[in-house]
């Protein structure tokens, strides 16, 4: 019966069944192959695609845009993503990213022992910052062609570090040549290059880069909003948020990224946990006042004026002093092992 009412509506639209699409039985879609994603970074970004990162007002984004910028260069597992093969990666940001981004990139490195992940981000990975004079240079067709015929030929990732740099200002007095970012994305894809396209959101433009991003179906959207748990003197990190597409996924659609920096040393990872959970936060907090504390004792400062300082009563310093003592105690300790080893 199936049959013959599709032969039937097939000869009343004749040439115009393209119009609407073919109707298939259950039959038919349970003896269809599953559908298989290609990935240039497992579980993140299938390949010559596109993923954008919605970073919500005040969130710190910048050291997990450049987490994954360095993984997709070195060929690094990124938790909770899988390994990417290793390609050549642009990273274009602007001036204002720079000394945060180099100090990252340094302490990353530092945190690494030579080796081929090392060998291959060192050699893979380029950077390039835009001047004042070229945010917004990216809405005309003529510059966007010229921005990927310059990419080098083994170039297969750019991350954008913030898309409002890019179109920030129209060429009012060139309209005819205008073009939105998504013609540049189109471009990309065309050549196999994949993208990571970061963007803030602001309220009197959302729906201007909305309209300016969303552009190629199948591109995915990542929201990146407030970790409250995060560290915030000595680090940063975000709550980061995706919808579900497909019933086989091993990714959380919803995690916890932090990120510190205590004694020149980078530390990293995430969690799945609520991001409002009250006792992750107070046990940052916890972590960041007592870094305070141990810097405050090294000035040679007395505990009643820590207490003064940090608005904290004077059992809590006592407390804190304590534990800071004893885990200077414990790796002077463990280096003096390390020296007679």
């Known amino acids: 019966m199936l049959e013959s009412y599709a032969v039937t509506l097939l000869a ?50 910048l050291c997990f845009a450049n987490l994954i910028a360095f993984s997709m260069a070195g060929g690094a597992r990124f938790p909770p993503y899988g390994t990417p093969k290793p390609v050549v990666t642009l990273v274009i940001s602007c001036r204002g990213y720079k000394t945060r981004t180099s100090e990252q990139m340094v302490l990353n490195f530092r945190k690494r022992p030579v080796g081929p992940i090392y060998i291959r981000a060192r050699n ?152 409002a959970d009250a006792n992750g936060a107070k046990q940052i907090e916890m972590l960041e006042r007592r870094k305070r504390v141990q810097d405050m004792l090294e000035r040679g400062m007395p505990q009643k004026e820590i207490a003064g300082e940090l608005g904290v009563d004077a059992a809590t310093i006592s407390r804190d002093v304590a534990k800071v003592r004893a885990a200077i105690a414990k790796k002077a300790t463990a280096e003096s092992g390390d020296e007679d080893f």
Not at 20 to 25: A, G, N, V, W, Y
């Open 124 to 275: 893979n990975l380029l950077f390039r910052y835009l001047e004042d004079a070229e945010i917004g240079k990216l809405t005309n067709r003529y510059d966007q062609d010229e921005f990927v015929d310059s990419l080098p030929p083994n170039c297969r990732c750019v991350l954008f570090h913030d898309a409002h740099h890019l179109i920030a200002k129209k060429q009012e007095h060139d309209v005819v040549s205008n073009a939105t970012f998504g013609r540049l994305l189109s471009a990309l894809n065309e050549k196999g290059i994949a993208t990571f396209v970061f963007f803030k959101t602001r309220r009197k433009a959302s729906s201007e880069i909305a309209d300016e991003l969303f552009q190629v179906a199948g591109d995915r959207l990542i929201t990146l909003s407030e970790n409250p748990a995060a560290p915030r003197e000595y680090g940063g990190g975000c709550t980061v948020e995706r919808p579900k597409t497909s019933e086989h996924e091993d990714v959380p659609l919803r995690f916890s990224f932090w990120y510190s920096v205590i004694d020149d040393k980078l530390e990293y990872g995430w969690e799945c946990r609520d991001p």
């Open 12 to 61: 009343k639209k004749g040439s115009d069944m393209s119009i609407t699409p073919p109707m298939i039985t259950l039959g038919e879609m349970v003896s269809m192959p599953m559908e298989t994603i290609e990935y240039a970074f497992p579980g993140l970004l299938p390949t010559a695609r596109n993923v954008f990162f919605q970073v919500a007002p005040g969130v710190d984004f």
